[in-house]
């Protein structure tokens, strides 16, 4: 069981926040005949003992340009019927860098209900074998 803390350990955290994208998604009509607006924040953590920085260089660290490139191209790709389907999807893409140890992905429906902020989804998700 993951735990609630993570204090404990010894993590880099990587984040993308707020990163907005026309995406197909939904299941009702109006939704699935034009893009709409959704915002994603994703945390990944690397735990530092298997990615230490010795000499300050780029090698040394995850390429950060890929969580974008992997979003854009997920979402640019395939209609979603659910928030969570297309959370998941981006889930497994970055646990598929072996330094990433736990993902946290948010998916948020900006433009839903004029009576709120944002409508959403979160997943959190980590490598089978960590932790």
Do not use: W
Request: a negative charge; proline letters at 3%.
């Amino acid at each position: 069981m993951l735990p609630h803390d993570l204090s404990g350990y010894d993590f880099r955290r990587i984040f993308l926040k707020g990163f907005q994208v026309q995406a197909s998604i939904g299941f009702h009509s109006h939704e699935t005949l034009a893009r709409q607006r959704i915002v994603i924040d994703v945390d990944l953590y690397i735990a530092r003992d298997q990615a230490p920085i010795a000499r300050d260089q780029i090698d040394e660290v995850l390429d950060y340009d890929f969580l974008r490139d992997e979003i854009k191209a997920i979402t640019m790709n395939r209609h979603f019927n659910l928030q969570e389907t297309l959370a998941e999807t981006i889930a497994d893409r970055v646990l598929e860098r072996p330094l990433v140890q736990l993902v946290r992905v948010q998916i948020q429906k900006p433009d839903v209900y004029e009576d709120c902020e944002s409508l959403g989804v979160e997943v959190l998700r980590r490598q089978k074998k960590t932790l």
